[in-house]
């Protein structure tokens, strides 16, 4: 996806190099002339997960997804931003909606590709999609499909999930309504502006046969969902506002997933972990991380110390390299990528030496 949205798909496709990750085997033959692509390109950022591996078939999380969105839009990782602030960072320039997902299904890809296509590149006023139909990667009358209003669905900690327009303002029912029936005028409708939209953007995860357009008795038009007729709420006045939710118990959001499904996990934490240094060697000789874990190596000795990575990375320096520590001294890394890395004290690397395990 991200060769795609780059406008690079075809000569990925095309490629002849045979030099490839040593998994390359697990995918087809099509795929693997993506990945001896990206190994033969590596200032694209793609370079495995450690000891000549890309792990082609492993699951894709929301993290990873956005890493590549933004990276479209053109923003670079530890330029504009750290991969374990990655979703932090996509939701700054309007990327949010698989927030907090794990493993991503079919329809999440979707959800959040199309987030990407509709935003801004960065430094720029042209869309990522725009610029795809610049670059004829995309068909005009294709981009049209997805260039009108959108319904989203956000998130609450509380609430689960719920319907947004496009700029994530907040859409209620209102109990008192009937099957595709208004009961919301005059006063009511002042406080209760309704919603519509037409050639409406439908999430992935929803069916637009739920949603239909309705005619109110004063000849306006609609928008319900499950014969439910949609509201703003004038109180509300930026996205993520939900103040209208149970007002007179008669006033709720509304959730469009399954049950078990209405809101992915809050996205955890990174963990943290601590090596100390002392009497000239490392505390922890194998440690396992999870990806994205922060981990701090402590200098307890009097003596100077510091840890440089084995690995090199693509533009041939070591993956992690901390400063010379003193006694006292802290220096923290983040390993993002899965894989083994081995690493040394420059001063004192025939003694000192231990390995790090990323999953």
Aim: net charge negative.
């Amino acid at each position: 996806m991200f060769l795609r949205l780059k406008g690079l798909e075809q000569a990925a496709l095309a490629f002849k190099g045979t030099d490839n990750f040593s998994d390359a085997g697990l995918v087809n033959q099509t795929n693997q002339a993506i990945l001896a692509y990206l190994k033969a390109n590596p200032e694209l950022g793609w370079t495995g997960s450690g000891g000549g591996k890309f792990e082609p078939l492993a699951p894709i999380t929301a993290g990873q997804y956005y890493k590549v969105l933004l990276e479209a839009l053109g923003y670079k990782q530890d330029t504009d931003f750290q991969y374990e602030n990655v979703i932090t960072y996509a939701k700054t320039v309007g990327l949010s909606q698989i927030a907090g997902v794990g493993a991503l299904h079919n329809s999440d890809i979707a959800t959040a590709t199309v987030e990407a296509l509709r935003s801004q590149v960065k430094g720029g006023t042209r869309t990522l999609l725009d610029s795809l139909v610049d670059q004829k990667v995309v068909a005009k009358e294709k981009a049209a499909a997805i260039q009108g209003p959108a319904l989203k669905i956000a998130y609450d900690a509380a609430l689960g999930a719920y319907l947004t327009d496009d700029a994530g303002m907040t859409l209620y029912m209102f109990t008192k309504d009937t099957t595709d029936v208004s009961a919301c005028y005059d006063k009511c409708a002042a406080a209760w502006p309704i919603y519509y939209a037409d050639n409406l953007l439908i999430p992935a995860e929803l069916s637009a046969a739920d949603f239909k357009t309705i005619t109110r008795n004063d000849g306006t038009k609609q928008l319900s969902y499950k014969g439910m007729p949609l509201y703003y709420y004038v109180k509300d006045t930026k996205p993520g506002d939900i103040t209208g939710q149970g007002v007179g118990k008669v006033w709720y959001v509304i959730n469009p997933l399954p049950a078990g499904s209405d809101a992915p996990a809050v996205p955890v934490a990174a963990k943290e972990y601590q090596i100390d240094i002392s009497g000239f060697a490392f505390s922890e000789k194998e440690l396992t991380v999870e990806a994205g874990a922060k981990i701090t190596f402590t200098n307890k000795d009097k003596v100077m110390h510091n840890t440089v990575s084995d690995a090199l990375g693509a533009d041939g320096k070591p993956v992690f390299e901390t400063k010379l520590l003193g006694q006292g001294e802290s220096e923290s890394i983040v390993l993002t990528q899965p894989g083994e890395y081995t690493y040394y004290c420059q001063p004192h690397k025939a003694a000192m030496k231990a390995k790090i395990i990323v999953k």
